[in-house]
């Protein structure tokens, strides 16, 4: 595991970290332009007080927080793999370049000692999983993995009732931040409760304690976005009814199936859907800054 000289000053002094993925990159933003928002993530962590580590592998090596070169083999190849936690062997192994998932960037960061995770949205259980046993690897990962993560829920082409469901059984804490609300991604609110609401970093910093005190496993941090700056719902709508009936006609599965989504969203609605993940992504990173440093005091 190679941490950039930045990130490892910081993890020794005791400044706050935030960890980034770069799956949302390399498979959930279109490229170009995925490249100049990695930019903008990462100046917004630093804007907020903390130092930015985006993970990723390159020729099969583990790199915690990446230079401006890594960044863009990152962003611009376009069969750069997607690696959830069971793939990151093959792919060190091999000497593969890949972009990290929710489940391997949790991983790879509590691994390094990183407290704090900035992501969109996290996977989940999909709304065909009854036939297709569709549940992404983050829920389960993130049971056994030690982080703080800050999200917009789930996204809103999953199933989030059922997904709600599994993080309750897998032992997940889930903590609204200011909200009441269960957060919709591309929507302020999913149609569901959270149990447990949060208005300020210190309560935050104190559940984060008292789950290392008694055994471990992740809290999330649910970031709704304004009402104001999320997807028009009439569109999201339309986008989801049409995105699912053609991911069942084209036959997509497996890991495939969350980008195919999410593309299909971007051009459904002309781009807004991209606008809308991208605010989501800056304001987690933002929050995850923020709340990296209330941990880091605590
Ligand atoms: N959130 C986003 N865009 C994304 C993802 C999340 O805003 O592209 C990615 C994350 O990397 C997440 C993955 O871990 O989608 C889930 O994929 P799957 O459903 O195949 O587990
Ligand atoms: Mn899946």
């Known amino acids: 595991m190679l941490i950039a000289p930045e990130v490892a000053e910081a993890l020794a002094t005791g400044r706050p970290v935030v960890a980034l ?24 962590v630093r804007d907020a007080g903390a130092v930015p580590a985006t993970i990723a592998v390159l020729a099969g090596e583990v790199r915690v927080g990446l230079d401006q070169t890594a960044l863009e083999r990152i962003c611009a190849d376009p069969g750069v793999h997607k690696l959830s936690a069971r793939d990151l062997p ?3 192994a091999r000497g593969m370049d890949g972009a990290t998932t929710v489940a391997s960037t949790a991983v790879l960061a509590a691994r390094a000692g990183i407290a704090a995770f900035a992501t ?6 999909h709304r065909l999983a009854r036939q297709s046993w569709d549940e992404s690897a983050d829920l389960v990962t993130l049971a056994g993995t030690h982080i703080l993560v800050v999200c917009a829920g789930v ?31 591309y ?23 008292a789950r290392r005190a008694f055994g471990g496993g992740a809290v999330l941090v649910a970031n709704p976005l304004p ?3 999320q ?7 339309e986008a989801l009814a049409s995105g699912l009936a053609g991911m069942v006609r084209d036959g997509v599965h497996g890991k495939a199936v969350t980008p195919y989504l999410l593309d299909h969203f971007h051009r459904t609605t002309a781009g807004a859907s991209r606008d809308v ?4 992504i800056l304001r987690n990173a933002a929050l995850a800054a923020q709340l990296a440093a209330a941990m880091a005091t605590a």
């Not at 709600?164 to 997940?172: D, F, G, P, T």
């Not at 997807?231 to 709508?237: I, T």
Request: no cysteine; hydrophobic share 45%; charged share 20%.
């Open 21 to 44: 993925e770069s799956t949302l990159l390399a498979h959930g933003l279109p490229r170009p332009d995925n490249l100049r928002v990695a930019g903008l993530i990462e100046s917004t």
């Open 90 to 92: 093959v792919a060190l």
């Open 120 to 125: 969109g949205g996290l996977g989940g259980v």
């Open 155 to 185: 996204k809103s082409i999953l199933d989030v009732g059922a997904t709600l469901e599994r993080l309750e059984s897998l032992s997940v804490t889930v903590l609204g931040w200011q909200t009441d609300r269960f957060p919709g991604f």
């Open 187 to 209: 929507l302020t609110d999913s149609g569901f409760a959270v149990d447990w609401r949060v208005d300020t970093a210190a309560e935050v910093a104190a559940v984060v304690a």
């Open 227 to 229: 009402d104001t700056e």
């Open 231 to 237: 997807l028009d719902p009439a569109s999201h709508d």
């Open 277 to 280: 993940n991208v605010r989501i």
